[in-house]
Each structure stands twice: as C-alpha cells, then as structure tokens.
C-alpha cells in the first residue's frame, strides 16, 4: 500500500502533506519515485538476464529523461556508494553472491533518490557474516540520502538495531505502535511481550521465562470474532472475544487491547 | 512395520498427538497444504521419530517460522530429545536458538570445523576468531552503538579456497604463517579449534 501498488480500503494516506491514496496518472508516477522497494530474496529480485548496469539505469530510463552516457554515470556512481567496483557493471546477477546481490537491490532502489525504502525483510536470507555488512550499509545510505525506511522483519534483535518507531501487526493489523524504547521496554500488548519472551537470545543472564503461546496464527482470511489475538491471549475476557478493540494512545504508544492499562 | 495397515495407522495417529498435533485422528486424512507452516513442520518430526532414531538431525528446523511458533518447535524438539532418549544435531546459523538448544556446539567455515566447544564456553569464550567475530556482528551484542563490527569480505567459494587458513583473508589476527600453512587441530579438554593463535591457550 505504501508502495501504492495497492489502494487503501479506508483512511488516507499522505505523503509530505499531499493525499497519494488516489492519485493517478502523472501524480501517481511523481509519488511511485518517492517510495521504492527492497525485496528479501535478491536471487529472485534481480533480472538473471540484465547485467547490472542495465538493471541500474533501466529505473532512470523510465522515470527520468536522462541520455544514456548520463545514466550511466549515475548508475556507475551509485555503485560507488554501496561498495561495488566498477568492473561489475557489465556482469550478471548471477555472478554475485547473495550480499553483493543485496547491494546491487539496494542501489537499484536508490537510482530514483527516494525518501522512503520498503526494505522487506531484507538481511533475513544473508548468511550471519554478511548480515551485519549489510545492516551498516542501510544505516550509512539513511544518513547521506536523508531516507526513511520501511522496515519489515521478523529479526527482533535487527529490529531493535535499526529502527526508530515500531508497528507490531498481528494477522495484518496493528497490535502496537510506538517509538522503540517504549516498545522493548515497556510492551503494553499481548502480542508483544509474547513475542519478546519468545525470542532466543545469546546472553544467557537475559533470559527469562518466556510466555509461550499456545495455537498458532488464525488465517488472515477467516480472521476470529474480536480482538485477532483473543484465542491465543492468556489475558482474553468476554469482551476480548466480542469486540474488536480500537488502537488508542495508551502510555506513550498506540495500542490495540481492550486491557491496555494493565501491565501484564 | 510391513503388513500392519491398522497398526500402522494407530501409531500414525499417536505419533501425530506425540508432537502436538490437535485432533491426530481427523488431521491424519489432512494433505500437507491444509496444514499451517507449524503444523507441517510437527509431521516431519512425527515422520523422522517415526521408527525410534537414536539420531535426530534437524537442517534449521525453525528457520521459515514465525517467531511465536518457533518457540513452540524448538520446545518440542528439546522434549523429545530428553523423552526418547536420543540424539540431537541441530543445524543453524542462528546463534541465539544455539544458545537456548544446545549442549556442544561445532562452528562451521568454508566446509571445515572451525572449532567445536560446550555450549556456554563458545558463547562467553570463544576460541576460533571467526566465531569470536560472529558473536561480535550479532545486532543484539552491538550495545548502543550504531554501526556493527561486520566481518569484512565474503566467504570462499568451492572453487576459489584460500591458501593457509580458511578464514585467513577475513580474520583481523591473521598473520604471514596462517596465509601459509593450514592450521593444525589443537585439541583440549573440552573442545578443539582449528587456528595458528586461538584466542585462548589450548595445549598442543
């Protein structure tokens, strides 16, 4: 939806002040250049038979009137940017490892200077040695491109690391939502401190008694009556399995539990 | 187990309950796309028990799960271990589930043991520089500070294998000798790695 692929069934959704949900034509095209996307699966994500030049300018060629030696320039200094060597302009995907590949996603995504990146899940499949390589490239490009991410991942302790806010969904709503020292520190949902408890940790003077869940996630196309959670929630009450509880500001956060001013 | 079908189909159905499953006698009918990602991974385990192994080897058994759920798994296994009374290898390039799951542990580089270690001494003292920088690059280890200690370069290819040490072109110790000559495997009381200078003493 942020990518505006999608279009919102209810709401709006604005970017810098301007309404994008239903924008169209040259409008829909000027916002589409806002936001690009970094997929999780960069042997899937890249086109096998585009060398990586072309993947880097076909962005440009689309969306901008740049001739080619001009394109090219960019896409050769993007390069530079996320730490690919000149020589690999001219080789396939193929070609590459999986972080280098990531890289190559990355800077793809970069060609249209967006000010957001929906990077999904985008370290889960690097080997651990790699991960961190790339984590402090998306960190150094936020700073010298003024981006803001979109960060989708399931990797608590990466979650931790990166972001600022964080939007906990369950069964495609939002749980909680709040800026991250509120949300590891002091969880006010369920989900979360379930979530919290159950993820392993190296340091074993950290590790506590964690919360397990029994069940497992409903589908989302036959979602339960109330609150999505009601069914695996230690704490549901009558009104949990009833009503859907509203996400509302609760200490600091938005949260969607009808029990939100209890703390366990 | 040849010529039983009820049998068979009665330890089926108590396996299935063995690992968790709700409703083992409706869910045996059930085809592998009408189960959730969970569920599917309790019948590989009710499948690879199935004739009392006294070995287990689970290839990241929780990888493609949800968090929630891996816990659930990672539960399961660890109580089957102690009921059956067998054997675990678990595979996985998570270090927390090592953390929480295992006793002895084998880090893996390039197709070699790089050092093999109780469980708790690798995590507080790791031997090889390799799992040292491993733990180091872990987002929840970095403390505060923003960028990670990434390992630098990329893991040797089969084709492209590096003379001396595996881990040579990587390791911030490496010296002329580990660009030369492979490492021998220094043994201890309790584990052995594969390195010129081991970050702590081992006997040779």
Redesign the interface.
Known sequence: MVALIDPPTSGSLKFSGREAANAKGGDLRGFRRLVQMVFQDPYGSLNPRHKVGSILMEPLAINTGLTHDEREHAARSMMGRVGLRQEHFIRYPHMFSGGQRQRIAIARALMLKPRIVVADEPVSALDLSIQAQVLNLLLDLQESFKLAYLFIAHDLSVVRHIAHDVLVMYLGRVAEYGVKEAIFEAPRHPYTMALLSATPTTDPASRNQRVVLSGEPPSPLDPPAGCAFNARCPHATDLCKAERPAPRYVDGRLVARHHAERLG | MNGARPLAAARAIELRGRVGIAAPESRLSAFPHQL?G??NQRVMIAMAIACRPRLLIADEPTSAL???????I??LLLELRREEGMALILIT????????TAQRVIVMYAGQAAEESPA?LI?SRPRHPYTA???A??????SGQ???????G??PGALDRPEGCMFNP?CALAAERCRRETPPELEADDGRVRCHTPLIGVRP
């Open positions: 959730s969970g569920m949800d968090v929630t759920v891996r816990a659930q990672l539960d390039h998570n270090m927390a589930v090592v953390a929480e708790d995590l920088a491993l733990l690059a872990l987002p929840e280890r970095a923003r960028r990670l200690p990434a390992i630098p990329l893991v990587r």
